[in-house]
């Protein structure tokens, strides 16, 4: 009995399924939950990951039914309750003649709930039709909405209305989905379908009204509890600023919105009129050349600092961009980052401005995530939007982000940024 609750090798099995077939942050965060699970012994850890995709939890099950199995069948236990359940307070709770029984229990549990998980996110990554045209969704084929069976982080509404409003979600709607939304409407325009309305908002904060909405795979549930409608369909996107990543959005438009398609010319950053608004919200002095981050923290900081010396947000604002990252990472790809703060952040924010940090070495805000450009940023009353717009549409092509790398002056910089 002691063996029954502590026994952690098939939920560890489960956790190695998961780094080795998941996706997204699942995939990169679950070695990590192996080893607090496992050797720390806090096996809480493992929960998220199953209720995110709780067909798993079949996996767990498996294991254990195994493993107990041959507990009994070999005299397998422990002389008392390993608290907390690691493997090492196991091992140290095990008498001698239950050592083979134990290491061989666990072991199996451990194998079979691997094996079952790796089936099970197999088997449920897509459906199958060979008499239907193929599209994209989150970078997997599939046949059709209708056998669409969906992966942690994606979902299809049962609806075949056409999509009308698209909602880009980030964590506080302030800065990477803004961006994102810039993006998405050229890529729509481009597309044909420039009559679709696109918005931008916090995950939070999910208008029921829309049609699909496209956020970071570790923000879909969240969005999906703030939507509250089944008719909203959810797909993930890695990278707001790459033109690729939206693609299983626009074939997923397409299998709705049929043969609606109009191409229309699409926004040229160069073609866009600068404003005197881009001086009050980017000005000279607010974009830094030549920097050097050890880490991410280092670059956040000084990204905020730059906005809070020249007298736009108070210096508390910069906790609240560390904590921004720390919940979820700034970085939105093309190698660019832009730090800014939470939800609650507007009464620490003066007036509407962005920081232009030049990284030319880089700074690594995870793996294969080298940022060379940081863009602070503080929103108030999207005084910032028609600039940040600007910037994700020149930001889109990563030959000016190296433009800006490279850059030898701020002047430089706001040539790319087409600012005057």
Do not use: W
Not at 21 to 41: C, L
Not at 90 to 110: C, H, Q, R
Not at 346 to 363: A, C, F, M, R, T
Not at 376 to 389: F, N, P, Q, R, V
């Amino acid at each position: 009995m002691f063996l029954v609750d502590t026994n952690n090798g098939p939920l560890l099995g489960t956790l190695f399924a998961i780094a080795l077939a998941g996706r997204g942050k699942a995939k990169n965060t679950a070695p990590m939950a192996m080893f607090i699970a496992g050797i720390a012994g806090i096996g809480e850890v493992y929960f998220p990951f199953v209720l995110a995709n709780p067909i798993l939890v079949f996996a767990t099950m498996g294991g254990l039914a195994v493993s107990l199995f041959l507990q009994v069948l070999m005299g397998g236990g422990l002389i008392g309750v390993a608290s907390p359940g690691s493997l090492i307070n196991i091992a140290i709770m095990t008498p001698k003649d239950a050592i083979v029984a134990n290491f061989v229990s666990i072991l199996a549990g451990f194998i079979v709930s691997t094996l079952i998980a790796l089936f099970l996110l197999k088997t449920f990554a897509g459906g199958k039709d060979d008499d239907l045209e193929e599209f994209n969704v989150g970078g997997r084929q599939v046949k059709s909405v209708a056998n669409f069976v969906p992966a942690v982080g994606e979902t299809i509404a049962k609806t075949t209305s056409k999509i009308k409003k698209i909602i880009v979600a980030c964590d506080s709607g302030m800065g990477s989905s803004a961006m994102g939304a810039s993006v998405l409407k050229n890529i729509l325009k481009k597309s044909g379908y420039a009559d679709i309305s696109v918005e931008h908002s916090s995950a939070n904060q999910i208008a029921p009204d829309a049609d699909l909405v496209i956020t970071l795979d570790s923000l879909i549930e969240r969005a999906k509890l703030a939507g509250g409608s089944d008719s909203i369909s959810y797909l993930p996107v890695n990278n707001f600023l790459k033109e690729d990543d939206y693609k299983p959005a626009i074939d997923f438009i397409a299998s709705r919105n049929q043969a609606t398609a109009t191409k229309t010319e699409v926004d040229d950053p160069d073609d866009l009129v600068p404003t005197k608004n881009e001086a009050k919200v980017l000005p000279k002095e607010n974009i830094k050349l030549h920097q050097h981050f050890r880490t991410p923290e280092e670059a956040i900081q000084a990204a905020g600092q730059v906005l809070a010396s020249n007298g736009f947000v108070d210096t508390t604002y910069i906790d609240d961009m560390l904590k921004r990252n720390e919940d979820l990472s700034v970085y939105v790809g093309n190698h660019v980052a832009v730090p800014h703060g939470l939800e609650t952040s507007d009464p620490k924010i003066k007036k509407s401005g962005l920081s232009v940090l030049q990284v030319p070495e880089g700074v690594e805000f995870g793996p294969d995530e080298i940022a060379y450009v940081i863009i602070g940023i503080a929103g108030k009353s999207d005084t910032h939007l028609e600039m940040l717009t600007k910037i994700s549409l020149v930001l889109m092509d990563e030959a000016n982000v190296e433009k800006i790398r490279s850059a030898e002056s701020e002047e430089e910089i706001m040539a790319v940024l087409n600012i005057s």
